[in-house]
């Protein structure tokens, strides 16, 4: 299964090898993750869910975080800058773009109550499940 040729993979190597000027790569830093690339870690603790994704190289004000019933939208802006302070500046390459994730939670999260963690590169998020019946049975007449 892992000898699978990737989506556009074919085409990669073709202008790779034949056309090298027009397949640019950065530099230096390292390339966009993927959305595959955050991983996320869900766990269930009683009356919250815990979250934990992996976003290294991203400074926490660039992070963005919503929260919509029990959908959780991870998005993070990725800027990296290679620029050299003398004046012989030869080169000066940026890099930017962004990434989100999401994923649904099983129950509906309590917005008020939720907080926000991000620490060497991990985001830790404390979502608390919003209470009340959740559902209700009706009565049939």
């Known amino acids: 299964m892992s000898s699978l040729i990737t989506r556009g993979s074919?085409?990669?190597?073709?202008?790779?090898?034949?056309?090298p000027g027009f397949y640019v790569k950065p530099l230096?830093?390292?390339p966009l993750p993927s959305p595959g690339q955050i991983k996320i870690d869900v766990k269930e603790n009683g009356n919250s869910y815990t979250v934990s994704a992996e976003i290294p190289g991203v400074r926490k004000e660039d992070i963005h975080v919503t929260i919509e019933g029990g959908m959780v939208m991870v998005r993070?802006?990725?800027?990296?800058?290679?620029?050299?302070?003398d004046d012989k500046?030869?080169?000066n390459e940026r890099y930017f773009g962004s990434v989100?994730?999401?994923?649904?939670?099983?129950?509906?999260v309590d917005?008020?109550?939720?907080?926000?963690k991000y620490d060497n590169g991990v985001l830790t998020l404390t979502l608390p499940k919003k209470q009340g019946n959740?559902?209700?049975?009706?009565r049939i007449e």
């Open 10 to 19: 074919l085409f990669d190597d073709f202008f790779r090898d034949v056309a």
């Open 28 to 30: 230096h830093g390292d």
């Open 76 to 85: 993070a802006e990725v800027k990296q800058e290679d620029a050299h302070k």
């Open 89 to 91: 500046q030869l080169r």
């Open 100 to 108: 989100s994730r999401g994923i649904q939670l099983p129950q509906d």
């Open 111 to 116: 917005q008020a109550q939720a907080k926000a």
């Open 134 to 138: 959740g559902s209700q049975k009706l």
